[in-house]
């Protein structure tokens, strides 16, 4: 493993590769030398389909819906300013409100389908158990807090139906129900795993987009559009983990993440991608700045497609307090904003960076590109590599 001082980071261009590439590396190392900004690369949404599967993903068997027992089944069906509520079961009751329906249960392995539209609506589960949410072709916003939260601290598995598209939206107020504080247009405070084959818009308009208190899972085949317009695109405190999927996270908050982890954070597939256009907060000598992916310990990724593009200044790609660690896949990294109050770099680790295989493209406009409090580890051999003030691009 080859060692990489920061200083020799900021000015040394190296690169081997295979002899048939050599004449390639030529041309593109002088395109950036002559005209620089001419050739960054384009980032934008993707609008494909899913193309991943899980099979060489190790997880939890308690985290497959697949090994969820259904024993109630529980329709729920919303109606412009009304929503309607199939037969309960005894140990499940409700309120309802005209569309903001409250589900109090003490059953295990209950099934919830929800349907319909509502602008003026919310759904708010109080389960002893984990339970599954199936989304139907549902379209649900709230005027004062979340669309959808559970107050109890327990499971939920988020199923986004074959074919369905579902839109989830918070209101531009939240107030909160009873002593139970929001976080998000999805909100649990237990761990949510999303799966399924169907299509999820979620909006935060006042806080995050999704949140959880607990771990957040998206598995492979589903495909989501997230837009953080009043906070985090994603917030976790326990963790945040893409096994695949299609993500686009368009993120307009000042001081937010599109990926925000109180603990690791881990790319094992799919394509993600997330455009910042959003300055740093400052509030009472208080100065946080926007970042695409932050975690508060490590960056992991293994494999699949990572799109970063950060617009606004001080604006940071990847962001660990611990290390970032990239083993495999693909990640394009471009921040444009000026560097006013911190450096707009493309990675940023405060411990050490480790680079082992994939291919990664990092892009500074107006500070390097990558940079460690530690080491910056280059594992060789690679088969090209291109480093110059603002460009670091590395393929094995």
Do not use: W
Not at 34 to 50: L, V
Not at 322 to 341: C, D, K, P, Q, Y
Request: charged residues 15%.
């Amino acid at each position: 493993m080859r060692h990489i001082s920061t200083f020799l980071l900021l000015c040394a261009i190296a690169f081997t590769a295979c002899q048939n590439d050599d004449s390639e590396l030529e041309v593109l190392i002088q395109q950036y030398n002559n005209n620089e900004e001419a050739n960054i690369k384009d980032i934008s949404f993707y609008y494909g389909t899913p193309d991943d599967d899980e099979q060489s993903i190790t997880m939890p068997a308690n985290d497959s819906v697949e090994n969820f027992s259904i024993g109630h089944t529980i329709h729920i069906a919303f109606h412009n300013n009304q929503v309607e509520v199939s037969q309960l079961p005894t140990g499940i009751s409700c309120t309802a409100n005209g569309a903001r329906l409250m589900i109090t249960s003490q059953l295990e392995n209950v099934q919830y389908i929800i349907s319909g539209t509502s602008h003026n609506g919310q759904l708010a589960i109080n389960s002893q158990y984990k339970y599954r949410l199936d989304l139907n072709n549902l379209t649900l916003a709230s005027t004062d807090g979340s669309a959808i939260y559970n107050i109890n601290n327990k499971r939920m598995y988020l199923v986004l139906q074959r074919g369905t598209i579902n839109t989830l939206v918070d209101g531009n107020t939240y107030t909160p129900i009873a002593d139970h504080k929001m976080k998000g247009a999805l909100y649990n405070r237990g761990d949510i795993i999303i799966s399924g084959e169907g299509t999820l818009h979620v909006t935060g308009n006042a806080h995050n987009a999704i949140a959880t208190d607990d771990f957040f899972r998206l598995r492979a085949g589903c495909i989501l559009f997230i837009e953080a317009k009043g906070n985090n695109g994603i917030k976790a405190n326990d963790g945040i983990f893409i096994n695949g999927s299609v993500t686009n996270i368009n993120l307009t908050a000042n001081g937010g993440k599109g990926l925000n982890s109180e603990a690791d954070i881990l790319i094992e597939g799919g394509h993600t991608t997330i455009i910042t256009n959003a300055q740093s907060s400052i509030a009472s000598n208080d100065t946080t700045h926007c970042a695409a992916v932050k975690s508060d310990a490590n960056i992991i990724v293994e494999a699949g497609v990572l799109n970063l593009l950060c617009l606004g200044n001080n604006a940071k790609g990847m962001k660990s307090d611990a290390h970032t660690t990239i083993n495999g896949g693909e990640v394009n990294i471009v921040t444009r904003g000026e560097s006013l109050l911190s450096k707009p770099k493309a990675i940023k680790a405060n411990a050490d960076i480790y680079i082992n295989a994939g291919n990664l493209y990092a892009y500074a406009a107006h500070a390097k590109p990558i940079d460690a409090d530690g080491t910056i580890y280059i594992k060789s051999p690679y088969n090209k590599l291109i480093n110059t003030t603002h460009l670091y691009h590395i393929k094995y």
